[in-house]
């Protein structure tokens, strides 16, 4: 006879944003129902069938992430672990729902009632994702691949330690991502090594048509409207993907929240800050001052994951390694353009001579197209390499800020942590009060971009 079980009261929980809903588990379906007039939304109800799509359980410490994405919405909860538990328990208590319940971590699911062994099939999902260094390394090299002559021993490279990652991680359904990013890694090493074949024939068989033009002796190629729009259409897809790379990581780490936020994707809208990203932007070049924005800052909570320090550096440094990556991989387009131009009899490349990085090319079809495209992806080189040198900078809000106060002594750390809150102000103190001492910061990055821009010069002829 099976015990009785003790009535599920329905709790009011507050989501990511603030908002107050009450959750109840009936028996076909879950309903969340809007708990105050804050939320101008009306109650959702998950039916049964639907509780593996759309239902995740994260443990985070002694709280857990409940994440809901409906489809046309997603709602995350972090709530203590036993209200966690006590709605696993009600929704186990449904006829066969051990089935339809949402895949959940072993943590959760060994702390409530035994679970059927559908629920403990290999094929659930993780709550999230376990993450090594060797994919990481994997796909970093991979992204080099295409550099003439070496990128054949880079390439290689790559695509033995992705094949080794995915032989050792196959088993293990946790490891889920780490194969994800094996093959993503041997996809861009096969593409980077035809790139780096290509590239390495036109070197050896013919030599860029290129010309030189002062900008003061060629006045058409200045900033305009597309100039522009591709300046921006480049800068925030590098702050997508940077702000995606924190919160995967994030994720990666053990600490759900920012995907149950829905920041764990590369849609603009989703890390875009009306003021930061837009507007502070705008009155700010026209104003006639120096131009800089922010994205959303991904929101995380790392307290009691394992190896705190460690996560937090991570997860600070991901964002500038995910521009360094496109960067690279901006680079390996610009080459196999380049390469394939320079082996098309009569076409001719103008460059201006001073800093701006502006393109024509002349003798083929679509050219202006070929040159917009070449003057997107140098934008993207640059603006990425840039981005990623800036953010190391140890000055907060930078994420450079984070990996100092957690790799230096405990003093600079409780020195950050406690100037952290005037990060912004005295950011902005530093940019208008002390330029130059910015560009003593900047010095490396500066120094670096310009040997990058003699790099693509050199490699893509561009």
């Not at 879950?30 to 759309?54: K, N």
């Not at 922010?294 to 994951?305: D, M």
Request: charged fraction near 15%.
């Amino acid at each position: 006879m099976d015990e009785p079980t003790q009535a599920f009261q329905p709790p009011t929980w507050t989501d990511g944003q603030g908002r107050s809903w009450q959750i109840d588990a009936d028996p076909n379906a879950i309903v969340l129902s809007p708990a105050d007039a804050q939320v101008e939304t009306e109650s959702i109800e998950i039916p049964q069938s639907e509780w593996r799509q759309t239902i995740t359980f994260a443990p985070s410490g002694s709280r857990v992430v409940i994440h809901f994405d409906t489809g046309h919405q997603e709602i995350g909860f972090m709530v203590p672990m036993e209200e966690a538990k006590s709605l696993f328990a009600a929704m186990k208590q449904r006829d066969a729902l051990g089935a339809s319940a949402p895949p959940v971590h072993s943590t959760l699911e060994h702390a409530a009632p035994a679970a059927t062994s559908q629920t403990r099939s290999k094929r659930a999902t993780p709550a999230w994702p376990k993450m090594t260094a060797l994919p990481i390394v994997a796909i970093g090299l991979a992204s080099f691949s295409f550099v003439p002559i070496v990128g054949f021993l880079i390439g290689a490279a790559a695509i033995v330690l992705a094949v080794m990652v995915k032989r050792k991680s196959r088993d293990n359904p946790a490891h889920l991502h780490v194969r994800t990013i094996a093959t993503i890694s041997i996809y861009i090493a096969v593409v980077g090594l035809l790139i780096s074949a290509i590239a390495t024939y036109a070197m050896f068989n013919r030599p860029p048509n290129l010309s030189f033009l002062k900008a003061e002796a060629y006045r058409e190629l200045e900033w305009n409207v597309g100039a522009v729009i591709a300046a921006i259409v480049m800068i925030i897809i590098a702050l997508s993907f940077h702000e995606a790379a924190h919160a995967i990581t994030a994720w990666w780490c053990g600490d759900g929240y920012a995907k149950s936020l829905g920041r764990v994707t590369l849609n603009p809208m989703s890390h875009i800050d009306p003021f930061g990203t837009v507007l502070l932007p705008i009155v700010l070049a026209y104003a006639g001052l120096p131009v800089f924005g922010y994205a959303r800052p991904v929101p995380v909570q790392l307290g009691n994951v394992p190896n705190y320090r460690r996560s937090q550096i991570l997860v600070a440094a991901a964002g500038p390694f995910s521009n360094i990556l496109q960067a690279a991989c901006c680079l390996g387009l610009m080459t196999l353009i380049g390469a394939l131009l320079s082996l098309v009899p009569g076409v001719e490349v103008f460059h201006l001579c001073d800093f701006q990085p502006f393109v024509e090319v002349r003798g083929i079809a679509g050219a202006k197209v070929i040159g917009g495209l070449a003057l997107m992806l140098k934008l993207g080189f640059l603006g990425n390499l840039f981005l990623a040198f800036f953010n190391m900078i140890p000055l907060p809000p930078l994420d450079g800020s984070w990996i100092a106060e957690h790799m230096l002594p405990n003093s600079m750390g409780r020195f950050y942590a406690a100037i952290r809150p005037y990060g912004m102000f005295i950011f902005l103190a530093m940019i208008y009060g002390f330029p130059d001492l910015i560009f003593y910061f900047l010095i490396p990055a500066i120094e670096i971009v310009g040997w990058a821009r003699e790099l693509i010069f050199r490699v893509s002829g561009f």
